[in-house]
């Protein structure tokens, strides 16, 4: 499940008109794509099963890319971005998602002006 959680997430994403501003929107770290760009960093599962249900917890993190010397730089981004992810459909194909929830964020200053933002949100999902 956590592969097809982050392949909806991805979808989900990419379907924001609010985060159009973004270049590329993809799986893991773009090799040739010029900033701003958001991508899925990493993620990991656990089992959370029920009684008549496969489930799992599956922690995502997403990271975001930009450029900027202003500590307000995609401040608006990142809340389009926590919203649309709070938001997400409940009822995907082949799972249901029960919860997500906003565990932790980083932001991080790196040379260049390059500022890189860094979510993790925790989902509970059940196979259907």
Same mark, same amino acid.
């Given at each position: #499940?956590? +592969?097809? $959680?982050?392949?909806? $997430? $991805?979808?989900?994403?990419? *379907?924001?008109? @609010?985060?159009? @501003?973004?270049?590329?929107?993809?799986?893991?770290?773009?090799?040739?794509?010029?900033?701003?760009? $958001?991508?899925?960093?990493?993620?990991?599962?656990?089992?959370?099963?029920?009684?008549? *249900?496969?489930? !799992?917890?599956? &922690?995502? *993190?997403?990271? #975001?890319?930009? !450029?900027?010397?202003?500590?307000? +730089?995609?401040?608006?981004?990142?809340?389009?971005?926590?919203? &649309?992810?709070? *938001? #997400?459909?409940?009822?995907?194909?082949?799972?249901?998602?029960? =919860?997500?929830?906003?565990? !932790?964020?980083?932001?991080?200053?790196?040379?260049?002006?390059?500022?890189? #933002?860094?979510?993790?949100?925790?989902?509970?999902?059940?196979? =259907?």
């Amino acid at each position: #499940m956590e +592969t097809q $959680l982050r392949a909806a $997430l $991805l979808d989900c994403l990419r *379907a924001d008109p @609010a985060l159009a @501003a973004l270049n590329t929107i993809v799986e893991e770290a773009p090799s040739r794509t010029s900033l701003p760009w $958001l991508g899925i960093s990493a993620s990991a599962s656990a089992d959370w099963s029920v009684k008549d *249900a496969i489930g !799992r917890e599956v &922690r995502i *993190a997403v990271e #975001m890319h930009l !450029r900027g010397d202003d500590p307000a +730089t995609g401040v608006s981004l990142a809340k389009e971005l926590e919203a &649309r992810i709070l *938001a #997400m459909p409940r009822v995907q194909n082949g799972f249901y998602i029960v =919860t997500v929830v906003f565990l !932790r964020s980083r932001v991080e200053q790196r040379a260049n002006n390059v500022r890189a #933002m860094l979510f993790e949100f925790r989902f509970h999902v059940l196979a =259907t």
